[in-house]
T-cell receptor, first 109, second 114 residues
Framework: GQNIDQPTEMTATEGAIVQINCTYQ??????LFWYQQHAGEAPTFLSY??LDGLEEKGRFSSFLSRSKGYSYLLLKELQMKDSASYLC??????????WGAGTKLIIKP | NAGVTQTPKFRVLKTGQSMTLLCAQD?????MYWYRQDPGMGLRLIHY???????AKGEVPDGYNVSRLKKQNFLLGLESAAPSQTSVYFC?????????????FGEGSRLTVL
């Protein structure tokens, strides 16, 4: 079966760095997405990785290792507004997205 | 640019009632999706459409029907609502078949079935 695993909840301090991991087992691979979802709102796109390596976009970076079925989202210089759920999703061989349950990130002052 | 718009945003139903959720997108996207999101679970695909006049079942289609008569609209129907259908429903769209582009989401529709 297809499976996406990510931690349920993480806590970090304002100004610090946090890494949210995602492991996956899917039927085929056409890329991995990270989305941010604030409470009561819709998911919004953060990043897309299809090749191995690190993609940096401002304070956020995303890493992919296809051979290990592993990705992480790195958030630097954490701000209170980064408190949200972070969703990992893999696009399978049929170009359908398989979603993880999300990681709730709590930022403390 | 409105993007993806869902109506209604909130609805309370009694068991056995029917209703339709409307999703409209103005980006000329081919693919449209209906998801439900429940606490502690990932987004689960209910139905999707790869173009006008086509629909397909997703992961959890039972109890729901859909129609895509016009390219810009994707309707989700509940014929006889059940408490298990209490959830937040998200519509999303994507540009092309086989495209690895991002999904654009509507704001969500919160449905409670009593």
């Amino acid at each position: 079966g297809q499976n996406i695993d990510q931690p349920t909840e993480m806590t970090a301090t304002e100004g610090a760095i946090v890494q949210i991991n995602c492991t996956y087992q899917t039927s085929g691979f056409n890329g991995l997405f990270w989305y941010q979802q604030h409470a009561g709102e819709a998911p919004t796109f953060l990043s897309y990785n299809v090749l191995d390596g690190l993609e940096e976009k401002g304070r956020f970076s995303s890493f992919l290792s296809r051979s290990k079925g592993y990705s992480y989202l790195l958030l630097k210089e954490l701000q209170m507004k980064d408190s949200a759920s972070y969703l990992c999703a893999v696009m399978d061989s049929n170009y359908q997205l398989i979603w993880g349950a999300g990681t709730k990130l709590i930022i403390k002052p | 640019n409105a993007g993806v718009t869902q109506t209604p945003k909130f609805r309370v139903l009694k068991t056995g009632q029917s209703m339709t959720l409307l999703c409209a997108q103005d980006m000329n996207h081919e693919y449209m999706y209906w998801y439900r999101q429940d606490p502690g679970m990932g987004l689960r695909l209910i139905h999707y459409s790869v173009g006008e006049g086509t629909t397909a079942k997703g992961e959890v289609p039972d109890g729901y029907n859909v129609s895509r008569l016009k390219k810009q609209n994707f309707l989700l129907g509940l014929e006889s609502a059940a408490p298990s259908q209490t959830s937040v429903y998200f519509c999303a769209s994507r540009r092309l078949a086989g495209d690895t582009g991002e999904l654009f989401f509507g704001e969500g529709s919160r449905l409670t079935v009593l």
